[in-house]
């Protein structure tokens, strides 16, 4: 079993930049692909960004080239670099992750492909 843990939400200034971290624990597990979603008031969750344990990415389209996706597979960490944040960028921020790195290639897209999940952080873009 795994756990995710998210931090880094708050509430910012639309134009600003915030950074989100998760960090996955537990024992005798493996990981592989690691990434982030996000749901906002009335919509569904939808893909952020996620990365493969080897460095291949895949973005939102409404987030290219805003955000940023990084992780250290040494510690198990993954983080999320926000800039020009703006008010549609408002939701709970979810951390994901799976044992095998299918879900960026195959569609990353559909929530019900990941493993794991981490309890969601808040982030509030205020203008």
């Known amino acids: 079993q795994v756990q995710l843990v998210e931090l880094g939400g708050g509430l910012v200034q639309a134009g600003r930049s915030l950074t989100l971290s998760c960090v996955a624990s537990?024992?005798?597990?493996?990981?592989?692909?690691m990434g982030w979603f996000r749901q906002g008031p009335g919509k569904q969750r939808e893909l952020v960004a996620a990365m493969t344990s080897g460095g291949k990415t895949v973005y939102g389209n409404s987030v290219l080239g805003r955000f940023t996706i990084s992780r250290d597979n040494s510690k198990n960490l993954v983080y999320l670099q926000m800039n020009s944040l703006k008010s549609g960028d408002t939701a709970v921020y979810y951390c994901?992750?799976?044992?095998?790195?299918?879900?960026?290639?195959?569609?990353?897209?559909?929530?019900?492909?990941?493993?794991?999940w981490g309890q969601g952080t808040q982030v509030t873009v205020s203008s």
């Open positions: 994901a992750a799976d044992p095998t790195n299918g879900p960026v290639y195959s569609g990353s897209t559909d929530i019900t492909i990941w493993t794991y």
């Open positions: 537990g024992s005798n597990f493996r990981i592989n692909a």
